[in-house]
Every structure is written in C-alpha cells, then in structure tokens.
C-alpha cells in the first residue's frame, strides 16, 4: 500500500490512492520506511548510499535531511520533488546498521561521511 500514498490536493492530508478510489488515513509516525541500502558498503565514502524505500522506490540520501528523534531513530526527507512531496521516511533498524560505514563524529555529535563532505546529522523532536 505504500505505492498507493499521496496528498489531497486541497488540505495536503494524507491519502491511499490506487487511481480508482481514494481515502484518508492517518500517519501516526513517518509514511515511509527505509527498508535497507542498495548498494555495498565497499562504495562508502565516495557516494551518497541509494535508499531502498517502502514503496519500492530507490533514491539518494540527502544527509542534510537527515536527522535523530529522541528516541534514537533515524529519519530522512523523501520525494522532495514529487508533486505532492516532501515526505519523511523513518529507517528500519537493518538500514540504520547499514549506514555504519558512513558513520562519524563530529564534536561528539554523529555525522555523515562520503562524496569528500562530512554533515552533522542533526536532532529534532517534531517533524517539519
């Protein structure tokens, strides 16, 4: 069903949509989940890791966008540029173990590694 999720065009709520019917839901935590990383960890360092994502989808992560809730989850932005996006995805436990070789710190705050950039992943407690 992750496929199917969108936003109403006139109150920006969320909507299962499978092209014939629609109907509201409510999200509770992120829409989206980060099931694993695409590609081996080998490459860490030189790219930005591929996300696999809930509705079977794959991008790149944008540690910028990144950032930790208070409970140790890991969040990330998503579909900045689909027509009814952004969207927040929240990593499953397997794909923020996956990040481990893209790990570091910086002044005691974790950050993110690769493409020759360092980015400090930030907190938050609510998302934007």
């Known amino acids: 069903m992750h496929k199917w999720i969108g936003r109403h065009p006139d109150d920006r709520r969320y909507i299962l949509n499978n092209g014939y019917d629609w109907s509201y839901f409510t999200v509770e935590d992120a829409p ?16 930005a890791p591929v996300l696999s994502l809930s509705d079977e989808t794959e991008e790149q992560l944008v540690a910028e966008r ?14 900045r540029e689909a027509p009814d996006g952004p969207y927040w995805a929240k990593f499953t436990r397997h794909a923020q173990t996956e990040l481990a070789p893209y790990l570091t710190e910086v002044s005691g705050s974790p950050a993110l590694a690769f493409g020759g950039r360092v980015v400090t992943v930030g907190s938050r407690d609510v998302f934007e």
């Open 32 to 47: 989206y989940f980060v099931r694993h990383l695409v590609h081996a960890p080998e490459a860490a360092q030189r790219t």
């Open 66 to 79: 990144t950032f930790v809730a208070p409970d140790g989850a890991l969040y990330t932005q998503i579909k």
